[in-house]
């Protein structure tokens, strides 16, 4: 695998992908260190105190959502007792049946990454009717969050999040689902198993972590609590489920993590002995999108390793896999250009994506198992710009794509803003939406369910580092039909990733505005 060009449009990526999947290395810092010894609409955020939150992170980190509501019973209409003949044998009409109880219907919610007190980040339904908010997810991590979306029946709520990497064999960022009413939590990729379900019988599995300079940390597939390697590297790793398929190590070096993971082999009555080799290499998700049918995950991956500089080169690819965590294969794309987001429609099995080269950015089509149906737009750089597109979305009715255009004006001075922009589903009446100003970008948007509408995520970027793990920010709405000026919703710099469900509704009125949580 070659690395990603350093030059062009490339190396402003890598930039911006080097800091915002930094943060699962960092959370690991803090678990190791024991054994080695926004809503930002203006003025920016400032960033957490990673020293400060050392500790509470390390006593949080596996904390995860277990409050579970129990479904709603439902009593059966109890069956009419036939009423006997009168003495004038006048039948008796027969009784009506009461007819199925119809659902209500649902309110639709507005689902979006809120950093709280503790400076967490986890995600926040908000339903505009009640005017209620309800925190779907506890997570410790901070900024952990990448990436919201619903699947297409409005049931579940799909994310990527660099939460509780160390129980997937080898990801540091993994695609979840949990259902609207919060149950059903589950990380889809990673190889993960839930170790409150992983069957037994158990048993120690022992061996040797090579190439780490520190104590490492060793987690293997449904095992509930990792463990930490002695100083010459190895380590006993109770409670393995003989069915067991994998064994990880993550070591935190200088700035970077080293990682490696193999094969569990039980025979006899045992694990046999597992040496586990380390190096500085990453891979993960940035974003997700579920098929209408709700089978097929399709997102973006990377992957990242060390140049001569050591410095972090990062290679991103279009992927597909089931719920189960299977992969399905790969998109076919452009040589030499960078994929950024994909989704799928809403009314056929086809997805749309955003392409990167050195001298033109396009929104590209593919089919249901990857294969390219060509370009639908193409956006040639400026003699003073260079141009990429990212994270499409399409309208409910299937009809347009919003998508984000990143801008770097390079001649004279950097200068970095992204706007979003608007094109039919025929590749015609290409046209911005939101204009920024220099030094922010407006990213993330979702439509409401009648296609009128967007909400998107704004927050201050004056050095073109990446919005893939945003810190904080503010979210805003802007009425397409008919056009109109964009308004917050919201004003305390804490709030990102916006993401409405189905059936949506239309664009609150500008008076509709939060000051926080």
């Known amino acids: 695998m070659e690395p990603m060009p350093t030059c062009g449009p490339h190396k402003r990526l890598n930039h911006k992908l080097a800091i915002a999947l930094a943060l699962p290395g960092a959370i690991l810092l803090v678990l190791l260190s024991l054994s080695c010894a926004g809503r930002v609409a203006v003025p920016p955020t400032a960033t957490p105190d990673y020293a ?82 309800e925190i779907l997810t506890r997570f410790a991590e901070p900024q952990s969050m990448s990436d919201i979306t619903w699947s297409r029946d409005g049931d579940w709520v799909v994310f990527v999040s660099a939460h509780d990497y160390i129980h997937s064999r080898d990801n540091e960022r993994n695609v979840f689902l949990i ?24 048993a120690i599995l022992k061996g040797q972590v090579v190439g780490g300079k520190c104590p490492c940390l060793v987690c293997a597939q449904g095992v509930a609590s990792p463990v930490t390697t002695d100083k010459a590297g190895a380590f006993e790793l109770p409670g393995v489920p003989i069915s067991t398929t994998w064994v990880r190590a993550v070591c935190q070096q200088e700035d970077c993590a080293s990682q490696g993971d193999v094969a569990l082999h039980y025979e006899g009555d045992g694990f046999v002995p597992v040496t586990i080799t380390v190096e500085a290499r990453g891979q993960g998700w940035t974003q997700a999108s579920l098929s209408r049918d709700g089978d097929i995950l399709a997102g973006t991956s990377y992957r990242w390793t060390l140049d001569e500089e050591g410095k972090r080169q990062y290679q991103m690819q279009g992927v597909l896999y089931d719920l189960q965590g299977r992969y399905l294969g790969a998109l076919d794309v452009l040589t030499d250009t960078t994929l950024i987001g994909l989704d799928w429609s809403p009314v056929e099995d086809k997805l749309v994506g955003a392409l990167t080269g050195s001298k033109k950015t396009w929104l590209w089509l593919w089919d249901s198992v990857g294969t390219s149906l060509g370009s639908l737009v193409e956006i040639t750089n400026t003699e003073q710009e260079i141009l990429s597109a990212a994270n499409p979305v399409w309208s409910p009715d299937g009809m347009y794509v919003a998508f984000e255009l990143h801008r770097w004006y390079w001649w004279g001075e950097n200068k970095y803003k992204t706007d979003l922009m608007l094109v039919s589903a025929t590749g015609k009446d290409l046209h911005p939406v939101v204009e920024t100003e220099w030094g922010f970008e407006a990213s993330h948007p979702s439509w409401t369910a009648d296609g009128r509408g967007l909400f998107y995520q704004l927050a201050e970027n004056s050095t073109g580092s990446t919005n893939l793990n945003p810190t904080g920010g503010d979210i805003w709405s802007v009425t397409i039909s008919p056009q109109a000026t964009p308004v917050p919703w919201t004003e305390d710099g804490l709030s990102y990733l916006p993401a409405w469900s189905p059936p949506g509704r239309p664009v609150p009125k500008p008076d509709v505005l939060r000051s926080g949580k």
């Open 179 to 202: 259902q609207r009413d919060g149950t059903k939590l589950r990380m889809v990729t990673g190889d993960y198993v839930d170790p409150s379900v992983a069957p037994g019988p158990y």
């Open 52 to 133: 400060a939150l050392e500790t509470q992170v390390l006593a949080k980190l596996y904390g995860t959502l277990t409050a579970k509501a129990p479904p709603p019973t439902h009593t059966p209409t109890p069956t009419d007792t036939p009423i006997p003949p009168t003495a004038t044998h006048t039948p008796t009409p027969s009784a009506t049946p009461s007819p199925s109880p119809s659902p209500a219907p649902r309110s639709p919610v507005l689902a979006y990454v809120h950093v709280m007190a503790d400076d967490s980040a986890n995600i926040v339904l908000h339903d505009p009717q009640l005017e209620e908010d």
